[in-house]
């Protein structure tokens, strides 16, 4: 630019740029915070700020982060009686404590206990009574002599009320001067007309207080002039007393003196209960002992046996046993063959038993059958079988037979020749009727193999790899099951001749 002078005029500036700053602070406060002069009671929805002046003149904003936590105080109601123990101290007066604890987040908490302290209440009793009310029962407890009992109650106020009752036992005051030990029919005492025997007893009320009562006791026997003697005997015995005997149902009185020297008149009620004899009848059965109650048997009809019992009116009962014999079934049946094979596995049962009312067979499986002719198929893979049968008269008597079927293994008959050239007999075949599984083998006298066939229905045609075998002897050996037994296997050897 131009000075006043016009010429050239230079202006260098100087600047120097300073920034403004902007700080945070985080602050957290219990109930309530102040900062510069404002007083939060809350957490600020937003954060405040406040701003300064720095040193170089620009501004310093200051951000406020605020939490305003709350203290807690709790207030606990609690009625106790005599004491309270709260926080390890025991107190034992009603008022308001306090303890003071710090939460977790570092503020204050304060629990306060608003104590209500009741008095519990403590008494003692005592009775007096006499010796011989005991045992007495007094406030729900029952008392054997002297004694002191502790009785927990709840007062109107809730807590215990604790009852000492004290029972102190007096001696009684006890006179036998006037015992007696025996009278006639009665006897006066005291003003009492008595007429039992027995212990009796007459109670003075005690003239001076605090003295227990006096007790006069009489002992004494009484003879009654009439007594009732009730007997039950059975007819088969008499009723004896005195030289006198009874065997007829009735009232008798009898008139006699007791030892006291005093009259006894005694009614005698007499009852005579019948004894009984049976007879039982049961049947023998031939070769059957009969067993009866006695724990014997009897096989025989001349016997004539008997039991002695005790009937339900305690006489005896007389059980004579009465038999009588009947003819005896007889079991019998035929089985349509005892030995089976492949060919006749079929089995046939008949019945030829006599004198029998019906029959149960008793089969191999375990199952039975009634009917009077049974027929069945031999199991397969069994040995020999056991069937039975059992017959029963109308008189109850039983009889049984039981037999045996046995297997007999499958047999076959190879041919010993052949002409391989000449039929019918042209080839080597193994009857197979009643086979399951089979296979043949065939051998030259050297034991090579030469041919083998499983099949059956196949045969060996003379030949060993297609070529011709030479005349002579050769070695067979069979192996097959049979269709009775599939998982048994037989084995057969022997020679067969080839001729050409």
């Known amino acids: 630019m131009k000075n006043q002078s016009g010429c050239d005029s230079t202006i260098t500036l100087h600047l120097t740029i300073n920034k403004s700053t902007s700080t945070d602070t985080t602050v957290d406060s219990c109930d309530r915070f102040t900062w510069y002069g404002q007083t939060y009671t809350a957490t600020p929805l937003t954060a405040p700020t406040h701003t300064l002046t720095t040193a170089s003149g620009c501004d310093s904003i200051i951000t406020l982060h605020l939490t305003i936590r709350k203290s ?3 207030d606990s109601f609690v009625s106790a009686c005599d004491s309270f123990v709260w926080q390890g101290n025991t107190y034992y007066s009603s ?4 303890y003071n604890d710090t939460k977790s987040d570092g503020c204050d908490s304060i629990v306060m206990l608003l104590l209500t302290i009741k008095e519990s209440y403590h008494r003692k009793d005592s009775l007096a009574i006499c010796h011989h009310q005991l045992p007495y029962e007094w406030r729900g407890n029952v008392y ?14 809730g807590c215990d009320s604790i009852v000492v009752s004290s029972l102190v036992v007096l001696p009684d005051s006890i006179s036998n001067a006037d015992s007696v030990t025996s009278a006639c029919s009665f006897f006066d005492w005291r003003g009492y007309h008595i007429q039992q025997s027995g212990v009796y007893y007459d109670t003075v009320r005690g003239a001076v207080q605090g003295l227990c009562d006096s007790i006069y006791v009489l002992y004494i026997d009484i003879s009654p002039s009439i007594d009732t003697l009730d007997t039950v005997v059975c007819d088969n015995n008499n009723v004896v007393i005195h030289g006198n005997s009874y065997n007829i149902s009735g009232s008798y009185l009898l008139r006699f003196q007791d030892t006291n020297g005093c009259d006894s008149l005694v009614l005698l009620q007499v009852s005579i209960k019948p004894t009984y004899s049976t007879t039982q009848f049961a049947v ?8 009866w109650i006695d724990g014997n048997a009897y096989d025989s009809l001349t016997t004539q046996p008997f039991v002695s019992l005790t009937a339900t009116n305690g006489c005896d009962s007389v059980v004579h046993l009465n038999l009588w014999q009947v003819e005896h079934p007889q079991a019998s049946f035929q089985v349509s063959h005892a030995t089976v094979d492949e060919s006749n596995s079929m089995i046939v049962l008949t019945n030829t038993s006599q004198n029998f009312f019906r029959l149960m067979w008793l089969l191999h499986d375990g199952s039975t059958d009634s009917s009077r002719e049974v027929m069945f198929s031999y199991p397969e893979g069994e040995a020999q079988i056991k069937v039975g049968l059992i017959v029963e008269s109308e008189n109850g008597c039983l009889d049984s037979a039981f037999s045996q079927i046995i297997y007999e293994p499958l047999e076959i008959s190879p041919p010993n020749c052949f002409t391989p050239d000449i039929p019918p007999n042209h080839r080597f075949l193994i009857p197979s009727q009643n086979m399951a599984k089979f296979e043949a083998h065939i051998y030259s006298r050297q034991g090579l193999l030469v041919y083998t066939f499983k099949d059956k229905n196949d045969s060996w045609d003379g030949t060993s790899h297609g ?30 001749t080839l001729i050409r």
């Open 72 to 74: 807690v105080r709790i």
């Open 95 to 98: 008022s308001s404590y306090q």
């Open 144 to 157: 054997y002599g002297e004694e002191a009992i502790n009785d927990t109650l709840l007062a109107y106020n």
């Open 284 to 291: 023998l059965c031939a070769n059957n002992p009969y067993y």
């Open 467 to 496: 070529q011709n075998c030479p005349q002579g002897s050769y070695i067979y050996i069979v192996r097959y099951t049979s269709t009775l037994h599939p998982d048994i296997w037989h084995t057969i050897n022997g020679t067969v």
